[in-house]
Nanobody, 126 residues
Framework: VQLQASGGGMAQAGGSLRLSCTAS????????IGWFRQAPGKEREVVSC????????QYADSVKGRFSISRNDATRTIDLQMNSLKPGDTAVYYC????????????????????WGQGTQVTVSS
């Protein structure tokens, strides 16, 4: 199983970026996804999660109303649409996958995930 994150780059404050995470090696769509980020000198934090158990999604307070997570089963990609970007969104973004059906409350914990992508840099300038 491999996760490949793409779509990072540079944007100005107020702009948008769309991150994609392509999952390969899964025999079905039976996995949940989380997006995390880590800024220099800070701990990794969860940004958004998609639960395969019921299709529910959850967002960190810092991105609520600005970011949107979605899953495309046909292409096996999980996208993170990021709008109204702020300099505080600057970080390396990682996607992660948890096998099987996992409820949202469990997906908020990094240890719940079985696979991690390599990360993609997002830089937002003021």
């Amino acid at each position: 199983v491999q996760l490949q994150a793409s779509g990072g780059g540079m944007a100005q404050a107020g702009g948008s970026l769309r991150l994609s995470c392509t999952a390969s090696g899964f025999t079905s769509n039976d996995y949940s996804i989380g997006w995390f980020r880590q800024a220099p000198g800070k701990e990794r934090e969860v940004v958004s999660c998609f639960s395969n158990a019921d299709g529910a999604t959850q967002y960190a307070d810092s991105v609520k109303g600005r970011f949107s997570i979605s899953r495309n089963d046909a292409t096996r990609t999980i996208d993170l649409q990021m709008n109204s970007l702020k300099p505080g969104d600057t970080a390396v973004y990682y996607c992660a996958a948890a096998r099987g059906s996992t409820i949202l409350s469990q997906l908020w914990i990094p240890d719940a995930y079985d696979y991690w992508g390599q990360g993609t840099q997002v830089t937002v300038s003021s």
